[in-house]
């Protein structure tokens, strides 16, 4: 933080610092730019260790982001315990493992993700080359791995062998900040609101959300809010302007979302969209469900069977656009009073199934273990 345009895995760190600050001696080490940006945030002190809200946290501008610089600074911490919050990174976790192996520091390691098949199918034969080389000179042999999910659990160990000493522990959620009967007074708007929220990229699949979504037949106004970072420019223009051209659905982009205001949006919403080729967790399909918006999204996730729970759709999209369009379609015809049962198991499955104290005391038993 304050940086949100990389999406989960930013929350998924700032989630456990919110959790464990008052537990640990937490020092975040971190770029001074928000995902695609040159300039660096503004209102925050930079290049030096200082303290907020309980933590210390040093933004570093691209000049000390060197090998050199990046080991006096983790010298100068001497952890206890390193967490790194990515497989590939240069700065952020080859050169902190070099350092941790030298120093023999407990490293905890969380992929979010990178190793799905979705994931490395994204420029395939530089990923598995990586890989291969970093098992052959046993970069991460020592590190302690933090899966969110069981599924993760096995991409790792398939990458790294079935000896890869691998944690669970679910994502931390954010905290829940309306009330259902705030919800449900905003659902009787006569019309059909869909939203996704998440990075604009090849992996997330929106353009089999927009296609989809084309095709619904309805008696009622139907809208498409798209928010999210456009990290694919190239990608972003295969269909930004036929969206304008659209008659039976206003499909609009909205830009980035601030996350002070993602509760809000989700409540306004009917239904989120994410087709995704691949999520190891989901904080956007955890979110909607926390403000009492059902999902439609793809069976790539680890969040299953979702219709018979009231929770929304998991649709199968490497058979094409068939189960999307159907499951948005079967959105738009729900009676109300379905869709009223759907708002209250979304926001009752987040408060009783997701928001646990158990996911609290796994994610502190990492930590404690590694000690």
């Known amino acids: ?146 899966a969110s999910t069981e599924s993760e659990k096995n991409e790792i160990k398939l990458n790294f062998g079935k000896k890869a000493n691998v944690v669970i522990a679910q994502n931390i959620p954010l905290s829940q900040t309306l009330e259902l009967d705030d919800i449900l007074n905003r659902k009787k708007t006569g019309k059909v609101k869909f939203v996704y929220i998440s990075r604009i990229a090849k992996v997330k699949n929106l353009h089999l959300a927009i296609e989809a979504i084309r095709k619904i037949k309805s008696n009622v106004v139907v809208e498409f809010d798209i928010y999210g970072n456009i990290e694919d420019k190239e990608y972003y223009k295969t269909f930004d302007k036929e969206i304008k051209k659209y008659k039976s659905v206003a499909i609009q982009y909205k830009g980035v979302l601030n996350p002070n205001t993602i509760a809000n949006v989700y409540a306004d919403a009917d239904f989120m969209i994410l087709p995704t080729v691949h999520e190891n967790y989901g904080h956007a399909i955890v979110e909607a469900w926390s403000n009492g918006c059902p999902v439609i999204i793809s069976k790539n996730t680890p969040w299953k069977n979702l219709r018979i729970q009231d929770l929304g759709w998991d649709v199968n999209i490497d058979e094409g656009l068939e189960g999307l369009t159907k499951a948005i379609q079967e959105g738009v015809d729900l009676d109300f009073t379905s869709y009223i049962q759907m708002v209250r198991s979304s926001y009752n499955y987040f408060t009783n199934k997701i928001c646990d104290d158990h996911v609290i005391e796994a994610n502190r038993k990492l930590f404690k273990d590694a000690l």
């Open 1 to 146: 933080m304050p940086g949100f345009k990389a999406g989960g895995p930013i929350r998924s760190v700032a989630n456990i610092v919110n959790a464990f600050k008052d537990e640990f001696d937490i020092y975040i080490l971190t770029s001074a730019y928000d995902l695609g940006e040159t300039e660096p945030y503004q209102d925050v002190e930079l290049n030096l260790w200082h303290e907020q809200e309980g933590v210390f946290i040093k933004y570093l501008e691209k000049h000390l982001m060197s090998n050199s610089a990046m080991a006096d600074n983790i010298k100068e911490v001497e952890p206890d315990v390193l967490y790194l919050n990515s497989l590939f990174s240069r700065v952020f976790t080859l050169i902190p493992l070099a350092v941790a192996r030298k120093r023999k520091i407990k490293t905890i390691l969380a992929p979010r993700g990178m190793m799905g098949k979705g994931a490395l199918g994204v420029k395939y034969r530089k990923k598995k080359s990586f890989i291969k080389l970093a098992k052959f000179l046993g970069w991460y042999k020592q590190v302690i791995w933090h």
